[in-house]
């Protein structure tokens, strides 16, 4: 589904007299009405830019929050270069690789190896969701605790396929892949982004071309990130996997990163 046809369905909105101006400014970026029906709303209020559905049943709003919430406890308590991302990218002793996540989403993950030292840009390509990546990497940077691992966040928005083809510049030693899957996640917070997301993503189809451009671009290794007990991305076989309780990652290594 094309991004014209997902943003037919939202409307911008200020949640506040205040908000007018800057939401104007948003909804003329994106191309979105400022009135109307429509099934999602991209709100601007106090605590910054968030998707919310509209209905009676429908769920709380999602933000792009860095400072506070979820992500904050996971940078304090998430136990270092430990975590199993960590250890996919290749973080150990002396080796804080420059990484590329090339479908961001709301940036978790790449904000915790950001905490942890890496270089990371991120790539998304849904318009409405790099609007909230955007505006959750100026709230943090405006933070004197978060603001370094901002510094080191770089947001590029568009078709990863296409920005990996014509990269310019020094390529990543590592690139991250995260594609949309069926997830069976029982969490209410992933419950609650899915159902927010994916009229808005769908599914990614092209994730095998995503992996080969991967493969082309990264210098060392790309890792892919998978539900557990989900199939391989068509294409290139991974040399091996590291498994949690519901995730996994593949790796394909190319060169051994040293310090």
């Not at 009135?35 to 605590?47: H, K, P, S, T, Y």
């Not at 989403?105 to 990546?133: K, Y």
Request: proline letters at 8%.
């Amino acid at each position: 589904m094309s991004d014209e046809r997902h943003m037919a369905r939202i409307r911008a909105e200020a949640l506040a007299p205040t908000y007018q101006a800057a939401c104007a400014e948003w909804a003329q970026r994106l191309g979105l009405p400022l009135d109307g029906e429509a099934e999602f709303a991209l709100q601007l209020g106090g605590e910054g830019l968030q998707l919310a559905e509209l209905g009676p049943q429908a769920p709380g709003p999602v933000r792009v929050d860095f400072v506070e919430g979820a992500v904050a406890h996971r940078r304090l308590f998430g136990g270092g270069s430990g975590q199993m991302i960590a250890k996919a990218v290749g973080v150990q002793p002396g080796v804080r690789p420059v990484v590329l996540d090339a479908t961001a989403g709301l940036g978790r993950d790449a904000f915790v190896l950001a905490s942890l030292g890496c270089q990371v840009s991120l790539i998304e390509r849904q318009p409405i969701i790099a609007a909230l990546l955007e505006d959750g990497l100026a709230r943090a940077r405006q933070d004197a605790e978060v603001a370094p691992i901002a510094a080191q966040m770089r947001l590029l928005s568009g078709n990863a396929i296409e920005l990996m083809g014509q990269w310019q510049g020094e390529p990543p030693q590592v690139i991250y892949l995260d594609p949309m899957f069926p997830h069976r996640d029982k969490s209410a917070l992933v419950k609650k982004e899915m159902r927010l997301f994916r009229p808005l993503v769908g599914d990614d189809l092209d994730a095998p071309a995503l992996l080969q451009a991967a493969l082309a671009l990264a210098t060392h290794r790309v890792v892919v990130k998978r539900p557990r007990k989900a199939p391989i991305i068509e294409g290139a076989k991974p040399s091996y996997a590291l498994e949690g309780k519901s995730s996994r990652y593949d790796i394909y290594p190319k060169k051994a990163l040293k310090p």
